[in-house]
């Protein structure tokens, strides 16, 4: 199975994450149309 | 983005070594108005603080994403005077992808990073030499022009 994008979905939790992992922060704001 | 850059192996790769990725709808609040999101898609890079560092507006292929990403990630450092880390992905930038539409920005950043570390302003003039040599049609050659005087 080909590997994907595990996205999160809730920001407060990606910055624990991103300080956690010392990475920084990709933000897609999309339109599913 | 979905449809082809996204499902690319080596954007997937980038992302996991190197970002925390979340996506949210272009009106989904209170981000959308906390980033003043007029278009879509946009993709921003955020520190760990959540302070934007860089943002591309429409569609880009997986060999011009990586690069803006990379460009990203080097902006938050160079933002925060890291200026080694960010001088590490900006070489890198211009290393695995001279072509994309990101290099003259980074070429340029790089300059400045330089001279910022070590304020020598050669530096720059140097920056500049090179942005007019490869990308001589670039707006980042234009932006670096008064470092010709120097």
């Given at each position: 199975m080909a590997k994907t994008i595990t996205w999160e979905k809730e920001f407060g939790q990606v910055l624990v994450q991103a300080r956690a992992q010392n990475k920084m922060v990709l933000l897609d704001f999309f339109n599913p149309l | 983005m979905g449809a082809v850059t996204y499902p690319d192996e080596k954007v997937i790769e980038f992302i996991e070594k190197n970002m925390i990725p979340i996506q949210v709808l272009f009106d989904s609040q209170p981000l959308a108005a906390k980033f003043n999101?007029?278009?879509?898609p946009t993709v921003i890079t955020l520190d760990e603080e959540g302070k934007e560092h860089h943002r591309t507006i429409g569609f880009l292929s997986p060999e011009e994403f990586i690069p803006s990403l990379m460009l990203g990630v080097a902006k938050c450092h160079f933002d925060r005077e890291g200026f080694g880390k960010a001088l590490e992905m900006l070489e890198k930038i211009s290393k695995?992808?001279?072509?994309?539409?990101a290099t003259p920005e980074a070429v340029y950043v790089r300059g400045v990073a330089l001279y910022k570390s070590t304020h020598q302003a050669a530096h720059l003039k140097d920056a500049y030499k090179r942005l007019q040599s490869?990308?001589?049609?670039?707006e980042w050659t234009k932006r670096a022009q008064p470092y010709s005087l120097l």
């Open positions: - | 999101i007029q278009w879509t695995d992808y001279p072509k994309s539409d490869e990308y001589p049609s670039s």
